[in-house]
Nanobody
């Protein structure tokens, strides 16, 4: 499985961005997918996850109500819509796929495959 994240950039606080993660592989619809982020000097942290069916989602408390994860299995793509962005959302955002679970989980170690990351910078 190869993951290609895109959509990052520079945005002012209060603005919006939509990240995309395109996946290779014919079994994308069976993967749980997640988004994580890593700010400078900090560990990689969970942001959002979506189950294989798309029915279940999970969010970090820090992004609840502002971010939304979704998937389009026909396009082998998962999205992260980010609204009301804050300076503290500045980080490299990584998408991840899990072949070991079909649930929306926040556990980093459950994800087998990782994209290269896309940088989001929010200016205050």
């Amino acid at each position: 499985v190869q993951l290609q994240a895109s959509g990052g950039g520079l945005v002012q606080a209060g603005g919006s961005l939509r990240l995309s993660c395109a996946a290779s592989g014919r079994t994308f619809s069976s993967y749980a997918m997640g988004w994580f982020r890593q700010a400078p000097g900090k560990e990689r942290e969970f942001v959002a996850a979506i189950s294989w069916s798309g029915v279940s989602t999970r969010y970090a408390d820090s992004v609840k109500g502002r971010f939304a994860i979704s998937r389009d299995d026909a396009k082998n793509t998962v999205y992260l819509q980010m609204n009301s962005l804050k300076a503290e959302d500045t980080a490299i955002y990584y998408c991840a796929a899990s072949t070991r679970t079909n649930q929306a989980l926040s556990i980093k170690d459950i994800y087998d495959y990782w994209g290269q990351g896309t940088l989001v910078t929010v200016s205050s």
